[in-house]
């Protein structure tokens, strides 16, 4: 309750101008509006993704209503504009070579880190990413990011048993996936 009492303070400062609330708005959401995109994306497009996501949400502060929470609101942006990047992924079917060394670069960084763990969150990334997007949102929301049923089916403009039967088909789609690679 405090945080969304001191939301709605922050997004009113926000309205006037006040560059620095928007900011701190920027701060205390940004993990789970990266999470969201890490989810739907993977980690190669997070940050330019999160900053197209925080630019709608700048020009459409007048636009909030309140009707739900300002990381329901950000989360729904989130998925709209992740559900556009792959859209547009499949119109282009390269990676620009600058973008290529970056992405080996900071893959190698990471799996020098712990190449275990690496491979699972690869593994299930891929298994993932195989997922239709409609299942693929319900199951960044819900068992990556932690949300609700209730919560998800807000973000996602969708009754709760829909989310359920995605949820459930999504799992069931996982296991699948991912039986043949983990019994090797």
């Known amino acids: 309750m405090t945080a969304t009492l001191h939301d709605d303070l922050l997004l009113a400062k926000a309205r006037k101008g006040d560059t620095r609330a928007f900011g701190l708005l920027v701060e205390r959401h940004e993990a789970t509006v990266r999470g969201i995109i890490g989810g739907m994306l993977g980690p190669e497009e997070v940050d330019d993704i999160a900053q197209e996501v925080f630019l709608k949400f700048f020009r459409a502060l007048n636009n909030f209503q309140g009707d739900s929470q300002l990381g329901t609101y950000l989360g729904r942006i989130a998925i709209n504009t992740s559900l556009t990047a792959i859209a547009k992924r499949k119109k282009r079917r390269w990676l620009p070579w600058s973008k290529l060394e970056e992405y080996n670069a900071a893959e190698q960084a990471d799996n020098a880190q712990s190449p275990e763990r690496a491979d699972l969150r690869d593994t299930l990334q891929m298994a993932i990413k195989k997922l239709p997007k409609d299942q693929r949102a319900v199951v960044v929301l819900r068992l990556v990011e932690g949300y609700s049923v209730s919560e998800t089916a807000k973000m996602l403009d969708l009754p709760m048993g829909t989310v359920a039967s995605r ?10 996936i991912l039986k043949p690679i983990l019994n090797q």
Do not use: D, K, P, T
């Open 167 to 176: 949820l459930s088909r999504a799992q069931q789609a996982l296991q699948q």
